[in-house]
């Protein structure tokens, strides 16, 4: 099983840019679709991006499509989200996570990292 690291979250205000980092342990990396889940307070988890093991194939939520990228490097065994355009809104914490299942099929996340938080002033 994979084990998954967060970096990279902070506070930014409103039109600035953060790119997240997501380290997996393990040399079963690319066996395994990943994404980002964010979580903000009171509020239920939301799928933000995912990417195929080839890392060819990429899927957005609707609240991020356009703003935020997903990609992955198999030789650092890491994931990314570089989040441009941030909103208030867009606060929360961010999850890494990993499916053996399709990168779009959401129910196929099953291993989580520790989760960072992202702050967007406005």
């Known amino acids: 099983q994979v084990q998954l690291v967060e970096s990279g979250g902070g506070l930014v205000q409103a039109g600035d840019s953060l790119r997240l980092s997501c380290a997996a342990s393990g040399r079963t990396f690319r066996n395994y679709a990943m994404g980002w889940f964010r979580q903000a307070p009171g509020k239920k988890r939301e799928f933000v991006a995912g990417i195929s093991r080839s890392g060819t194939n990429t899927f957005y939520g609707d609240s991020v499509q356009g703003r935020f990228t997903i990609s992955r490097d198999g030789a650092k065994n890491t994931i990314y989200l570089q989040m441009d355009g941030l909103k208030p809104e867009d606060t929360a914490v961010y999850y890494c996570?990993?499916?053996?299942?399709?990168?779009?099929?959401?129910?196929?996340?099953?291993?989580w990292g520790q989760g960072t938080q992202v702050t967007v002033s406005s």
């Open positions: 996570a990993a499916s053996s299942k399709s990168y779009n099929d959401l129910t196929g996340y099953d291993t």
